[in-house]
């Protein structure tokens, strides 16, 4: 079993920017795939971010060139750095993890963080 637990959401004004950081008490080394999906009000959670091994990162078209992932096994982390930020960004945002791919359901999610933009 791996935990995930999602910090950094928070208010910040429109064109600001934030960083997510999502952690484990367990290794994330054999998590092959990581990713940040968030879920706004009376909306369906999507996929915000993901990076795979040997693969590229993958971002939603809505946050590209806006939002970076980045995974550091070495410490046990994933962050969402997110830059130019809009209300419609506005949502509950999680993590998630799967030992093969997060196509499959994510096997591991976090309880989620909230990131409010304001106009």
């Known amino acids: 079993q791996v935990q995930l637990m999602e910090s950094g959401g928070g208010l910040v004004q429109a064109g600001g920017s934030l960083k997510l950081s999502c952690t484990s008490p367990q290794s994330l080394f054999r998590l092959n795939d990581m990713g940040w999906y968030r879920q706004a009000a009376g909306k369906e959670r999507e996929l915000v971010a993901s990076t795979r091994r040997g693969g590229s990162p993958y971002y939603h078209s809505s946050v590209e060139g806006r939002f970076t992932i980045v995974r550091g096994d070495a410490k046990n982390l994933l962050w969402l750095q997110m830059n130019h930020l809009r209300p419609e960004d506005t949502a509950m945002y999680y993590c998630?993890?799967?030992?093969?791919?997060?196509?499959?359901?994510?096997?591991?999610w976090g309880q989620g963080t909230q990131v409010t933009v304001s106009s």
């Open positions: 998630a993890a799967d030992p093969i791919a997060l196509d499959n359901g994510p096997q591991y």
